[in-house]
Nanobody, 122 residues
Framework: QVQLVESGGGLVQAGGSLRLSCIAS????????MGWYRQAPGKQRELVAGISRGGTTNYADYVKGRFTISRDNAKNTVYLQMNSLKFEDTAVYYC????????????????WGQGTQVTVSS
């Protein structure tokens, strides 16, 4: 079993930046892919970005050019650098992990963190 713990959320003004972190523990040998999803109030959960163990990335169109996903395999950590934040980026951000990169970016990953709140004030 995999445990994922997010940190780094908070309140920021529009145009500002935040960096989210997610540390994985447990059966981490199966974590070929990790990613970030988000869910805003009254909306469905949606993909933000995914990254494979080798560094292949995939971004949702609405964050391309503003967000960067990265990972440190030695630390079992994935990061999400969020720049030029907009009001509509306000959501709970969830870290995810799965054996399959395709599942992380297009399916339902098997491991989820508890989420961290990101609030962007306009």
């Amino acid at each position: 079993q995999v445990q994922l713990v997010e940190s780094g959320g908070g309140l920021v003004q529009a145009g500002g930046s935040l960096r989210l972190s997610c540390i994985a523990s447990g059966s981490i040998f199966s974590l070929n892919a990790m990613g970030w999803y988000r869910q805003a109030p009254g909306k469905q959960r949606e993909l933000v970005a995914g990254i494979s163990r080798g560094g292949t990335t995939n971004y949702a169109d609405y964050v391309k050019g503003r967000f960067t996903i990265s990972r440190d395999n030695a630390k079992n950590t994935v990061y999400l650098q969020m720049n030029s934040l907009k009001f509509e980026d306000t959501a709970v951000y969830y870290c995810t992990a799965d054996k399959s990169f395709q599942v992380v970016v297009g399916g339902t990953p098997r491991a989820w963190g508890q989420g961290t709140q990101v609030t962007v004030s306009s």
